[in-house]
């Protein structure tokens, strides 16, 4: 099946705005990122940080003390394809933020964004009341197997309501801040797919329309890009 490239102006019954269903799952990233080669650690860790009393590292081996999590949901890219009913398996993000972030490094007062790093450079950044959503999850399965590398391993954040690139992969760090930050590049600061927030500056509409210009090359290019040092980037 070949997904139509054209820009909807009608809402597809079931998707947010704008959106067309893809049948595969192709990993995305800007280039700078996504086709760095990436090593995880023998012992994967999260360091966290920012505006709190006490940055430190928690390995995330010791997660599973947490109660496992699993949520079926649907995912949707800035450049309009949406990918729907994914089974991911893990931890809330909320369960962690109470019983593993706050306890350990105890967030000053009016810390109020979160900040979310990647082991290849890449950060995006939430509003922390966004992440503490009921559907946030920091996942390490995707449809009963350990994440791949391509989809975020060791860890990833799926926040379901956010655009793709709120769900930062191979998650190494976390900070939380007082200051909003800026959106990253071109991304919206907040990144609400039933508000079509796609981008800085102008109406989520436009972005789409200029978005689906390129998007057969785009969606080409990346179900055939390969990590390096990786299995490949096709999504089935
Ligand atoms: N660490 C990291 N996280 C990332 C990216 C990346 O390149 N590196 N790309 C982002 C973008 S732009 C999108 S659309 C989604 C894609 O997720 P997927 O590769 O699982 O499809 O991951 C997001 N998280
Ligand atoms: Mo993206």
């Given at each position: 099946m070949s997904p139509s490239p054209r820009a909807t102006t009608s809402r597809v019954k079931?998707?947010?705005?704008?959106q067309v269903e893809i049948p595969d799952f192709p990993s995305w990233g800007p280039p700078e990122h996504a086709l760095r080669k990436l090593k995880v650690p023998s012992r994967p860790v999260l360091s966290l940080g920012g505006d709190v009393r006490t940055p430190c590292e928690v390995s995330i081996e010791e997660l599973v003390a947490l109660r496992r999590h699993e949520e079926g949901s649907d995912f949707h890219w800035v450049a309009a394809w949406s990918r729907r009913g994914l089974r991911w398996s893990g931890y809330r993000f909320r369960d962690f933020f109470d019983d593993v972030f706050v306890p350990l490094a105890q967030p000053e007062e009016g810390a109020r964004y979160l900040v979310l790093r990647g082991l290849d450079g890449y950060w995006t950044s939430v509003p922390l009341e966004d992440a503490l959503a009921d559907d946030v999850m920091l996942a390490d399965y995707l449809d009963g197997e350990p994440l791949s590398l391509e989809h975020g391993a060791p860890l990833r954040l799926v926040a379901p309501a956010h655009y793709g690139y709120k769900n930062a992969k191979h998650l190494c760090r976390l900070e939380l801040r007082r200051d909003k930050l800026p959106g990253r590049g071109a991304e919206h600061p907040r990144g609400r797919v039933v508000k079509e927030e796609?981008?800085?500056?102008?109406?989520?509409r436009e972005f789409r329309v200029m978005y689906s210009v390129a998007l057969e090359s785009m969606l080409h290019y990346f179900r055939n890009l390969r990590r390096p040092g990786s299995s490949g980037g096709r999504g089935e």
């Open positions: 079931g998707l947010p705005p704008g796609r981008g800085q500056g102008k109406p989520g």
